[in-house]
Every structure is written in C-alpha cells, then in structure tokens.
C-alpha cells in the first residue's frame, strides 16, 4: 500500500513557475508507475503526465514543453515542475500511484490517490 501527500500548491501570476512535490511512503513505491492529474472546477479530474519506473514521461499535449515530471525513488517523491505557467492551469493537482497503469491518463488505471494541492494562477 501507499500513502501520498501532496505540497507546493499556491497562488502565481501567469507566466510564473511552481514546482509541486508527492511524497510517498510504503514499500515497492519505485516499482509504482505515477501520475500527476489535475481537476478545475465543474471540469472532469484529467491527466497531466505521468512516468514509468524507469523515467520515461508522458505529458498532456497542452502542458509539453512547460511542465516536467519527475521522480527520486531513494527519496520517494514525485515531483512536477511547471513553467509558463496560464490561467487555464489553475486546478487542485493531484498525484497518483498505480502497478499497472497501461493509460498515464486514465484515472482508473490508478490505485492510490493523494488529497490535492491548489494551484491557481492569475491573469
């Protein structure tokens, strides 16, 4: 089983960068593949990007080239760094955990969820 606790949520103008941070706990967590979904109010939770257990990454067409996942399984923290950040990224983010994910962008896929960090971005 594992735990996620999400941090680095906050409030940033447009254009700004934030770099959110899971940390996880439980055995096996690097043989978890991961993902850092996002949901905007009245909207459906969606994928943002996720990566495999051994760093390959995957990403929403409309955050590539300005956001970067990341994990450090010594550590066992997920990170995702968000650069250039636009006011259509303001959503609670969450990250998930799951053995087998075959969709990086389907939330079923996932087993275990962390309870969200706000991030909203002004215009």
């Known amino acids: 089983q594992v735990q996620l606790e999400e941090s680095g949520g906050t409030s940033v103008q447009a254009g700004g960068s934030l770099r959110l941070s899971c940390v996880g706990s439980?055995?096996?967590?690097?043989?978890?593949?991961l993902g850092w979904f996002r949901q905007a109010p009245g909207k459906e939770r969606e994928g943002v990007a996720g990566i495999d257990t051994d760093g390959s990454a995957k990403y929403l067409d409309s955050v590539k080239g300005r956001f970067t996942i990341s994990r450090d399984n010594a550590k066992k923290i997920l990170y995702l760094q968000m650069n250039s950040l636009k006011y259509e990224d303001t959503a609670m983010y969450y990250c998930a955990a799951g053995f087998y994910v075959a969709d990086f962008f389907r939330t079923s896929e996932y087993n275990y969820w962390g309870q969200g960090t706000q991030v909203t971005v002004s215009s």
């Open positions: 439980g055995k096996s967590y690097s043989s978890y593949r």
